[in-house]
């Protein structure tokens, strides 16, 4: 019913920044009630990192990210970026956004319906 697609991940040296896109698509995309940035390093569990309400009413940052990432959507776009400043190494990771439909779900990952495939960051020092 919802179709994510990310873009905007590369390789960058620490300190330096990137935006993420995660365009929705799809019969449903109006029944988003948020949407959600996770990542995943290699040997480690998927982490969260932003969410968004799709009225871009409300937002929450994990505090390893709090004051170097901004959460945001473009409501005409059905568009959700992540707008990373200051990157360190420990932010490599492949960036998935997903979302929820119908209900409010906020930093698990198990809560979210539908995800999308995934970009790579890859800060270097």
């Known amino acids: 019913q919802v179709q994510l697609v990310e873009s905007g991940g590369g390789l960058v040296q620490a300190g330096g920044s990137l935006r993420l896109s995660c365009a929705a698509s799809?019969?449903?995309?109006?029944?988003?009630?948020?949407v959600g940035w996770f990542r995943q390093a290699p040997g480690k569990g998927r982490e969260f990192v932003a969410t968004i309400s799709w009225s871009g009413l409300s937002t929450y940052y994990a505090d390893s990210v709090k004051g170097r990432f901004t959460i945001s959507r473009d409501s005409a776009k059905n568009t959700v970026y992540l707008q990373m400043n200051s990157l360190k190494p420990e932010d490599t990771a492949v960036y998935s956004c997903a979302a929820s439909i119908g209900v409010n779900t906020g930093v698990d990952p198990l809560a979210y319906h539908y995800w999308g495939q995934g970009t790579q960051v890859t800060v270097s020092s």
């Open positions: 799809g019969f449903t995309v109006n029944r988003i009630s948020r």
